[in-house]
């Protein structure tokens, strides 16, 4: 069998499942708690923290765990908006979100924000020239994905950055899953970004939200201090340890894997659109 689904899920990195099959079975210990196994466990959560910011250039103190992209883009967008709403309404996104941020962005809607969702060209993406247009004195939110899921078509972050930044009450966030390990990411030019591990080869229900620091978000979840506040209930620390390793094989892979995948996507465009009837919905730089 030949797998294409990748963009859907990944199987599971070797070493990864190895590292937190221990991890399971022997890193029980509620990293909360005061006891021994308690505190390696806590140790070791943010000794993955620290390595995961350092690999993206960011502080320990911008990396929040979650379950998934999912989670972090809901927290991201809603998180943002309910905790600054008296900065303005208005939010842009695009009408090819993930269903995480589309329904989201949906949601707030119903809660009084004002959501412009912005069509795609030809090719899949959005231009800085675009949100430029759709920028108002009460943009609160711009969040835009870098790469689409479906069509693999990539949204230029820094320009659309720097055209957010221009306003002084708004702020960029991006979906990363697509694009973490594939593409370089202008973590400088961004406010939020999305990352998830099962795209990585990595486990499911397992990624982070960078937060830039200082940024006010509201819980999602509730419960105790975990996250920063920012996510109740006791952390998954075998996963949240492992994100480490996934993320530095993902990293470490980038350059080779990018080189042999965009051989592979060439060779596909060629033969499949030379099929009767086969249309390519990716653009070339897909």
Excluded at 69 to 95: C, D, M, P, Q
Excluded at 123 to 150: F, K, Y
Excluded at 186 to 201: F, I, Q, T, Y
Aim: cysteine-free; proline content about 4%; aromatic content about 4%.
């Amino acid at each position: 069998m030949i797998y294409f689904d990748n963009a859907s899920t990944t199987s599971v990195h070797p070493e990864v499942a190895r590292v937190y099959g221990h991890l399971v079975s022997d890193l029980y210990g509620n990293p909360d708690s005061l006891h021994a196994l308690g505190r390696r466990s806590g140790r070791l959560l943010e000794q993955a923290r620290e390595r995961i910011a350092a690999s993206i250039g960011v502080q320990p103190q911008e990396i929040l765990f979650t379950s998934g992209g999912s989670e972090a883009n809901s927290l991201a967008v809603a998180g943002y908006a309910l905790a600054n709403r008296k900065r303005g309404r208005h939010i842009i996104t695009t009408n090819v979100e993930h269903s995480s941020v589309a329904h989201a962005a949906d949601w707030l809607e119903s809660q009084g924000f004002d959501v412009q969702r912005l069509p795609v060209n030809a090719d899949g993406s959005v231009t800085a020239r675009q949100v430029r247009e759709a920028m108002r004195p009460d943009t609160l939110l711009v969040s835009i994905m870098h790469v689409n899921n479906e069509t693999g078509a990539v949204n230029p972050l820094r320009e659309i950055a720097d055209v957010v930044h221009a306003h002084p009450t708004a702020v960029f966030h991006a979906d990363l899953v697509q694009s973490f390990g594939k593409e370089d990411i202008p973590w400088e030019s961004l406010d939020l970004g999305s990352v998830s591990a099962h795209k990585l080869h990595g486990l499911k229900g397992s990624g982070f939200l960078y937060k830039r620091k200082n940024l006010k978000l509201q819980p999602l979840l509730f419960g105790g201090q975990q996250e920063q506040g920012m996510r109740g209930g006791t952390e998954n620390a075998p996963a949240d340890i492992v994100l480490a390793k996934t993320v530095r094989l993902a990293l470490e892979s980038q350059a080779k894997d990018r080189e042999r995948i965009t051989e592979l996507n060439r060779m596909l465009q060629k033969e499949l659109g030379a099929l009767p009837g086969v249309k390519i919905q990716s653009p070339e730089n897909a």
